[in-house]
């Protein structure tokens, strides 16, 4: 079973810019969907951004223009870039994948990191 190693996280004040990294065991993940995904304390865990195999994208509305995920497969790592944070946007962020599939890639996921936590003051 694959692992998700999340990196990145940490402490920034509102308008800043975070990068987070997000490392799957066996590298073929990397070739499939992807997402990541935050949960708020008090809250359900939401999807912020999926990427699929052949790189296309997509965002939750209430991070579109600001929020970007890539991978870099040669060296089998997944990010998502953050810049002008919001206080909304802190919480803990997880990185997920899913099995080779034929179906759209999406936020129903299979594999899941322990989570990166980010904080934003305001």
């Known amino acids: 079973q694959v692992q998700l190693m999340e990196s990145g996280g940490g402490s920034v004040q509102a308008g800043g810019s975070l990068r987070l990294s997000c490392s799957p065991s066996?590298?073929?993940?990397?070739?499939?969907?992807m997402g990541w995904f935050r949960q708020a304390p008090g809250r359900e865990r939401e999807g912020v951004a999926t990427i699929s195999a052949g790189g296309r994208t997509t965002y939750t509305e209430s991070v579109k223009g600001r929020f970007t995920i890539s991978k870099d497969v040669a060296n089998n790592i997944l990010y998502l870039e953050m810049s002008n944070l919001k206080p909304e946007d802190a919480g803990v962020y997880y990185c997920?994948?899913?099995?080779?599939?034929?179906?759209?890639?999406?936020?129903?996921?299979?594999?899941w990191g322990e989570g990166t936590l980010v904080t934003i003051s305001s």
């Open positions: 997920a994948t899913r099995r080779p599939s034929p179906r759209t890639c999406d936020f129903d996921m299979q594999y």
């Open positions: 066996m590298s073929m993940y990397t070739r499939t969907c």
